[in-house]
T-cell receptor, first 115, second 117 residues
Framework: DSGVTQTPKHLITATGQRVTLRCSPR?????VYWYQQSLDQGLQFLIQYYNGEERAKGNILERFSAQQFPDLHSELNLSSLELGDSALYFCASSVGAAGDFETQYFGPGTRLLVL | AQSVTQPDIHITVSEGASLELRCNYS??????LFWYVQSPGQGLQLLLK??????LVQGIKGFEAEFKRSQSSFNLRKPSVHWSDAAEYFCAVVLNAGGTSYGKLTFGQGTILTVHP
Protein backbone atom coordinates (compact mmCIF):
# COMPACT_ATOMS: atom_id res chain seq x y z
CA ASP A 1 0.00 0.00 0.00
CA SER A 2 1.58 3.24 -1.20
CA GLY A 3 -0.56 5.49 0.99
CA VAL A 4 -2.08 7.20 -2.05
CA THR A 5 -5.82 6.67 -2.36
CA GLN A 6 -7.98 7.09 -5.42
CA THR A 7 -11.73 7.00 -5.79
CA PRO A 8 -13.66 5.55 -7.42
CA LYS A 9 -11.90 2.35 -8.44
CA HIS A 10 -14.10 1.88 -11.48
CA LEU A 11 -16.27 4.28 -13.44
CA ILE A 12 -18.56 3.52 -16.35
CA THR A 13 -20.17 6.39 -18.18
CA ALA A 14 -21.43 7.46 -21.58
CA THR A 15 -19.93 9.63 -24.27
CA GLY A 16 -20.47 13.34 -23.73
CA GLN A 17 -20.64 13.01 -19.97
CA ARG A 18 -18.42 14.54 -17.29
CA VAL A 19 -16.70 12.70 -14.45
CA THR A 20 -14.50 13.62 -11.50
CA LEU A 21 -11.67 11.45 -10.25
CA ARG A 22 -10.35 12.02 -6.76
CA CYS A 23 -6.92 11.49 -5.27
CA SER A 24 -5.61 11.81 -1.73
CA PRO A 25 -1.81 11.96 -1.51
CA ARG A 26 0.35 10.32 1.13
CA UNK A 27 0.41 12.15 4.42
CA UNK A 28 2.94 14.97 4.17
CA UNK A 29 3.28 14.93 0.38
CA UNK A 30 2.70 18.28 -1.27
CA UNK A 31 2.88 17.26 -4.95
CA VAL A 32 0.22 15.37 -6.84
CA TYR A 33 0.69 14.02 -10.35
CA TRP A 34 -1.90 12.60 -12.75
CA TYR A 35 -1.09 9.98 -15.39
CA GLN A 36 -3.20 8.24 -18.01
CA GLN A 37 -2.55 4.63 -19.04
CA SER A 38 -4.18 3.46 -22.24
CA LEU A 39 -3.47 0.61 -24.61
CA ASP A 40 -2.52 2.81 -27.53
CA GLN A 41 -0.68 5.63 -25.72
CA GLY A 42 0.87 3.76 -22.82
CA LEU A 43 1.56 5.66 -19.59
CA GLN A 44 1.46 9.42 -20.10
CA PHE A 45 1.98 12.28 -17.70
CA LEU A 46 -0.96 14.67 -17.60
CA ILE A 47 -0.35 17.32 -14.97
CA GLN A 48 1.38 18.08 -11.65
CA TYR A 49 0.22 20.23 -8.76
CA TYR A 50 2.38 21.39 -5.90
CA ASN A 51 0.79 22.83 -2.77
CA GLY A 52 -2.27 23.97 -4.67
CA GLU A 53 -0.51 25.43 -7.69
CA GLU A 54 -0.10 23.93 -11.14
CA ARG A 55 3.55 22.98 -11.52
CA ALA A 56 3.92 21.14 -14.80
CA LYS A 57 1.72 20.19 -17.68
CA GLY A 58 1.96 17.25 -20.04
CA ASN A 59 -0.31 15.79 -22.67
CA ILE A 60 -3.52 16.91 -21.03
CA LEU A 61 -6.48 17.62 -23.28
CA GLU A 62 -8.36 20.90 -22.99
CA ARG A 63 -11.45 18.89 -22.02
CA PHE A 64 -9.58 17.76 -18.92
CA SER A 65 -8.81 19.92 -15.92
CA ALA A 66 -7.43 19.37 -12.47
CA GLN A 67 -7.05 21.16 -9.20
CA GLN A 68 -5.48 20.64 -5.81
CA PHE A 69 -7.38 21.76 -2.75
CA PRO A 70 -6.08 23.30 0.51
CA ASP A 71 -6.20 19.87 2.18
CA LEU A 72 -3.92 18.72 -0.70
CA HIS A 73 -6.32 16.25 -2.23
CA SER A 74 -6.69 16.59 -5.97
CA GLU A 75 -9.46 16.11 -8.48
CA LEU A 76 -9.18 15.40 -12.18
CA ASN A 77 -12.22 16.50 -14.16
CA LEU A 78 -12.88 14.90 -17.53
CA SER A 79 -15.64 16.42 -19.66
CA SER A 80 -17.27 15.80 -23.04
CA LEU A 81 -16.02 12.26 -22.73
CA GLU A 82 -15.12 10.27 -25.83
CA LEU A 83 -14.61 6.56 -26.31
CA GLY A 84 -10.88 7.16 -26.53
CA ASP A 85 -10.80 8.54 -23.00
CA SER A 86 -11.32 5.03 -21.67
CA ALA A 87 -8.17 4.34 -19.68
CA LEU A 88 -6.64 3.77 -16.29
CA TYR A 89 -5.97 7.07 -14.54
CA PHE A 90 -3.24 7.09 -11.92
CA CYS A 91 -2.49 9.62 -9.28
CA ALA A 92 0.95 9.81 -7.69
CA SER A 93 2.37 11.96 -4.94
CA SER A 94 5.78 13.09 -3.76
CA VAL A 95 7.09 15.09 -0.85
CA GLY A 96 8.13 18.29 -2.58
CA ALA A 97 8.05 20.13 -5.84
CA ALA A 98 11.30 18.79 -7.23
CA GLY A 99 9.77 15.67 -8.65
CA ASP A 100 12.76 15.00 -10.82
CA PHE A 101 14.76 13.38 -8.06
CA GLU A 102 11.97 12.42 -5.74
CA THR A 103 10.17 9.13 -5.67
CA GLN A 104 6.60 9.32 -6.87
CA TYR A 105 4.24 6.98 -5.05
CA PHE A 106 1.35 5.74 -7.16
CA GLY A 107 -2.21 5.04 -6.19
CA PRO A 108 -4.14 1.97 -7.41
CA GLY A 109 -5.78 3.91 -10.23
CA THR A 110 -9.30 4.62 -11.44
CA ARG A 111 -10.43 2.58 -14.41
CA LEU A 112 -12.69 4.65 -16.65
CA LEU A 113 -14.84 3.05 -19.31
CA VAL A 114 -16.70 5.31 -21.71
CA LEU A 115 -19.50 3.60 -23.62
CA ALA B 1 12.36 15.19 -26.85
CA GLN B 2 13.40 12.60 -24.37
CA SER B 3 12.15 9.09 -24.96
CA VAL B 4 12.39 5.69 -23.38
CA THR B 5 12.45 2.44 -25.31
CA GLN B 6 11.77 -1.00 -23.92
CA PRO B 7 12.48 -3.26 -26.91
CA ASP B 8 10.82 -6.36 -25.48
CA ILE B 9 7.05 -6.24 -25.23
CA HIS B 10 6.77 -9.70 -23.67
CA ILE B 11 9.36 -11.97 -22.04
CA THR B 12 8.82 -15.48 -20.75
CA VAL B 13 11.23 -17.15 -18.36
CA SER B 14 11.19 -20.23 -16.20
CA GLU B 15 11.08 -19.92 -12.45
CA GLY B 16 14.62 -19.85 -11.09
CA ALA B 17 16.11 -18.55 -14.34
CA SER B 18 17.90 -15.23 -14.58
CA LEU B 19 16.19 -12.18 -16.03
CA GLU B 20 17.28 -9.08 -17.88
CA LEU B 21 14.81 -6.44 -19.07
CA ARG B 22 16.18 -3.86 -21.45
CA CYS B 23 15.70 -0.11 -21.34
CA ASN B 24 17.26 2.54 -23.55
CA TYR B 25 16.76 6.26 -23.27
CA SER B 26 17.28 9.12 -25.62
CA UNK B 27 18.33 12.31 -23.92
CA UNK B 28 21.21 14.75 -24.22
CA UNK B 29 22.25 14.58 -20.60
CA UNK B 30 22.00 11.86 -17.99
CA UNK B 31 18.41 11.72 -16.81
CA UNK B 32 17.17 10.32 -13.58
CA LEU B 33 16.17 6.71 -14.22
CA PHE B 34 13.56 4.51 -12.60
CA TRP B 35 12.11 1.04 -12.84
CA TYR B 36 8.52 0.48 -11.74
CA VAL B 37 6.50 -2.74 -11.56
CA GLN B 38 2.77 -3.05 -12.08
CA SER B 39 1.03 -6.21 -10.93
CA PRO B 40 -2.38 -7.00 -12.41
CA GLY B 41 -5.00 -4.62 -11.02
CA GLN B 42 -2.42 -2.73 -9.00
CA GLY B 43 -0.74 0.63 -9.15
CA LEU B 44 2.92 1.11 -9.94
CA GLN B 45 5.54 0.27 -7.35
CA LEU B 46 9.06 1.67 -7.49
CA LEU B 47 11.72 -1.05 -7.74
CA LEU B 48 14.80 1.15 -7.90
CA LYS B 49 16.15 4.46 -9.13
CA UNK B 50 19.41 5.97 -10.33
CA UNK B 51 20.41 9.56 -9.88
CA UNK B 52 24.20 9.53 -9.75
CA UNK B 53 27.16 7.68 -8.28
CA UNK B 54 27.57 3.91 -8.41
CA UNK B 55 26.18 2.73 -11.73
CA LEU B 56 24.94 -0.55 -10.26
CA VAL B 57 21.79 0.09 -8.26
CA GLN B 58 20.13 -2.34 -5.88
CA GLY B 59 16.40 -2.32 -5.47
CA ILE B 60 13.63 -4.15 -3.71
CA LYS B 61 12.62 -7.78 -4.29
CA GLY B 62 16.14 -8.76 -5.33
CA PHE B 63 16.26 -6.59 -8.44
CA GLU B 64 19.24 -4.57 -9.61
CA ALA B 65 19.90 -2.31 -12.57
CA GLU B 66 23.04 -1.05 -14.24
CA PHE B 67 23.38 2.37 -15.82
CA LYS B 68 25.64 2.39 -18.87
CA ARG B 69 26.17 5.88 -20.17
CA SER B 70 27.97 4.73 -23.33
CA GLN B 71 24.96 2.64 -24.32
CA SER B 72 22.26 4.96 -22.93
CA SER B 73 20.87 1.95 -21.16
CA PHE B 74 19.47 1.08 -17.77
CA ASN B 75 18.74 -2.64 -17.83
CA LEU B 76 16.95 -4.39 -15.00
CA ARG B 77 18.24 -7.76 -13.78
CA LYS B 78 17.38 -10.46 -11.32
CA PRO B 79 19.51 -13.58 -10.83
CA SER B 80 16.65 -15.94 -10.03
CA VAL B 81 13.04 -15.20 -10.93
CA HIS B 82 10.14 -16.19 -8.70
CA TRP B 83 6.60 -16.86 -9.91
CA SER B 84 5.44 -13.77 -8.00
CA ASP B 85 7.63 -11.60 -10.26
CA ALA B 86 5.13 -12.04 -13.10
CA ALA B 87 3.96 -8.50 -13.82
CA GLU B 88 4.52 -5.61 -16.19
CA TYR B 89 7.72 -3.63 -15.80
CA PHE B 90 8.17 -0.01 -16.78
CA CYS B 91 11.36 1.93 -17.24
CA ALA B 92 10.97 5.69 -16.76
CA VAL B 93 13.10 8.80 -16.96
CA VAL B 94 12.76 12.36 -15.80
CA LEU B 95 14.71 15.49 -16.60
CA ASN B 96 17.40 16.19 -14.01
CA ALA B 97 17.03 19.92 -14.27
CA GLY B 98 14.31 22.44 -13.69
CA GLY B 99 11.92 23.63 -16.33
CA THR B 100 8.47 22.81 -17.52
CA SER B 101 9.13 19.09 -17.41
CA TYR B 102 9.69 19.24 -13.70
CA GLY B 103 8.55 16.01 -12.16
CA LYS B 104 7.28 14.59 -15.43
CA LEU B 105 8.02 10.88 -15.66
CA THR B 106 8.36 9.61 -19.21
CA PHE B 107 7.63 5.90 -19.36
CA GLY B 108 8.63 3.19 -21.76
CA GLN B 109 5.93 1.00 -23.28
CA GLY B 110 6.42 -1.68 -20.68
CA THR B 111 7.59 -5.30 -20.73
CA ILE B 112 5.21 -8.02 -19.65
CA LEU B 113 6.98 -10.79 -17.76
CA THR B 114 5.51 -14.28 -17.71
CA VAL B 115 7.05 -16.85 -15.39
CA HIS B 116 6.66 -20.56 -16.12
CA PRO B 117 6.77 -22.98 -13.18
Amino acid sequence: DSGVTQTPKHLITATGQRVTLRCSPRSGDLSVYWYQQSLDQGLQFLIQYYNGEERAKGNILERFSAQQFPDLHSELNLSSLELGDSALYFCASSVGAAGDFETQYFGPGTRLLVL
Amino acid sequence: AQSVTQPDIHITVSEGASLELRCNYSYGATPYLFWYVQSPGQGLQLLLKYFSGDTLVQGIKGFEAEFKRSQSSFNLRKPSVHWSDAAEYFCAVVLNAGGTSYGKLTFGQGTILTVHP
